[in-house]
């Protein structure tokens, strides 16, 4: 079966810094592309980045304009999303998910594959 838990969210203060994890089990890790969605209240889930399977590459939604990075560690079955330079229109539940598809498919939110979700709070 698989299993995402998104862990790491919290409360931080405008321009400052967080570090999102989303531990896998379940699936052959490196079969399969994982990414980040966010859903901000009242707006509707939006995709933000996304890892490939394989060779790794990722990809990134403009809103998140370079201040947020993605990465995987294998040996840990898990991915990580770095965010600096937080706005408060960053406030949102986050959540991780997978597909063995890649980021092509996963950015369009169809995937099966969701982990709970974890919240940033973004506010002085």
């Known amino acids: 079966e698989v299993q995402l838990q998104a862990s790491g969210g919290g409360l931080v203060q405008p321009g400052g810094s967080l570090k999102l994890s989303c531990a896998a089990s379940?699936?052959?890790?490196?079969?399969?592309?994982i990414g980040w969605f966010r859903q901000a209240p009242g707006k509707e889930r939006e995709w933000v980045l996304c890892i490939s399977f394989g060779h790794g590459k990722t990809y990134y939604a403009s809103s998140v304009d370079g201040r947020f990075s993605i990465s995987r560690d294998s040996a840990k079955n898990t991915v990580y999303l770095q965010m600096n330079a937080l706005k408060p229109e960053g406030t949102a539940v986050y959540y991780c998910a997978t597909d063995p598809r890649g980021c092509i498919v996963l950015r369009s939110g169809t995937t099966d594959y969701w982990g709970q979700g974890t919240l940033v709070t973004v506010s002085s």
């Open positions: 379940g699936f052959t890790f490196d079969d399969y592309a």
